[in-house]
T-cell receptor
Framework: GQNIDQPTEMTATEGAIVQINCTYQ??????LFWYQQHAGEAPTFLSY????GLEEKGRFSSFLSRSKGYSYLLLKELQMKDSASYLCAVRDNAGNMLTFGGGTRLMVKP | NAGVMQNPRHLVRRRGQEARLRCSPMKGHSHVYWYRQLPEEGLKFMVYLQKENIIDESGMPKERFSAEFPKEGPSILRIQQVVRGDSAAYFCASSSAGGKGNTIYFGEGSWLTVV
């Protein structure tokens, strides 16, 4: 089975840096995804890690350690529009499905 | 370059009616996934389809729910005899191929309300 944990809520200040952690215990692993989801909207793809290390894409970076079952999403220079839920998802060995964590609701304050 | 298209965006059904949700994958994508998101909960996998084939339906409820992806036309998620607990957002996603190394993109979702 798959078990994915991430904090339920986080608060950060505009302009700051925030790190959202995700730990997973899975029977199979074939990549980890991060999505952003604003309330009432679709999840938007942010990043995909399949190898260990850091992937940087503009203000967003994602890190993966497969041996530790651990990933984080780093958001720099926070903007008010970054207030959203951030979803960590692991793909199974067959590549058929993503298992999602419960999501981390990030609130950015002025 | 249209993304994953879902319709209707919002659907209201009375208990006992049928709901049909449609999904057209992104251009060039032949793999479709359906996910359900209950209020205040995470996304849960329902079913994975390729054209004319159901590959993995391990997340589908055993009764009342069915999905298809015909050779022509959109994928359809069908819910028969809806109940209040079916009220949720249903998201369709697509990829260019199943398996490893392919990013999965989500549609805007269909919000079903059962009254």
């Amino acid at each position: 089975g798959q078990n994915i944990d991430q904090p339920t809520e986080m608060t950060a200040t505009e302009g700051a840096i925030v790190q959202i952690n995700c730990t997973y215990q899975t029977s199979g692993f074939n990549g980890l995804f991060w999505y952003q989801q604003h309330a009432g909207e679709a999840p938007t793809f942010l990043s995909y890690n399949v190898l260990d290390g850091l992937e940087e894409k503009g203000r967003f970076s994602s890190f993966l350690s497969r041996s530790k079952g651990y990933s984080y999403l780093l958001l720099k220079e926070l903007q008010m529009k970054d207030s959203a839920s951030y979803l960590c998802a692991v793909r199974d060995n067959a590549g058929n499905m993503l298992t999602f964590g419960g999501g981390t609701r990030l609130m950015v304050k002025p | 370059n249209a993304g994953v298209m879902q319709n209707p965006r919002h659907l209201v059904r009375r208990r006992g009616q049928e709901a049909r949700l449609r999904c057209s994958p992104m251009k060039g994508h032949s793999h479709v996934y359906w996910y359900r998101q209950l209020p205040e909960e995470g996304l849960k996998f329902m079913v994975y389809l390729q054209k004319e084939n159901i590959i993995d339906e391990s997340g589908m409820p055993k009764e009342r729910f069915s999905a298809e992806f015909p050779k022509e036309g959109p994928s359809i998620l069908r819910i028969q005899q809806v109940v209040r607990g079916d009220s949720a957002a249903y998201f369709c996603a697509s990829s260019s191929a199943g398996g490893k190394g392919n990013t999965i993109y989500f549609g805007e979702g269909s919000w079903l309300t059962v009254v």
